[in-house]
């Protein structure tokens, strides 16, 4: 079973930029629906940016046009472009992929161990 390990997370000020990374064992980021969602102190866990099973991307409004999401051509990485970040991204932010494993469409869900995201003002 594929693990999701991140990277990238730190201490920025507003209006820097950081790259997150999420890296699976094998090529399970192209043909699932995979994102990241993070989670500020207090809040519940949102949805930030996600590619669905036919590879479109989608953000939450709050990141549009700061945030970008991919993956390498191996399919194996997953990353987070972050730009232009503003206090109120500070969260921990999570990796996902919901792997389908079956012609029956049997599906697990795999998350990371969660990075955090400060950023100062």
Known sequence: Q???????????????????????????????????YRQALGKQRELVA???????ANYVDSVKDRFTISTNSAGNTLYLQMNSLKPEDTAVYYCTAHVVVNV??????????????????
């Open 2 to 36: 594929a693990q999701l390990v991140e990277s990238g997370g730190g201490l920025v000020q507003a209006g820097g930029s950081l790259r997150l990374s999420c890296a699976a064992s094998r090529n399970i980021f192209r043909g699932n629906r995979v994102g990241w």
């Open 50 to 56: 996600a590619f669905g099973s036919g590879g479109s």
């Open 104 to 121: 029956e469409g049997a599906a697990i869900d795999l998350w990371g161990q969660g990075t955090q995201v400060t950023v100062s003002s």
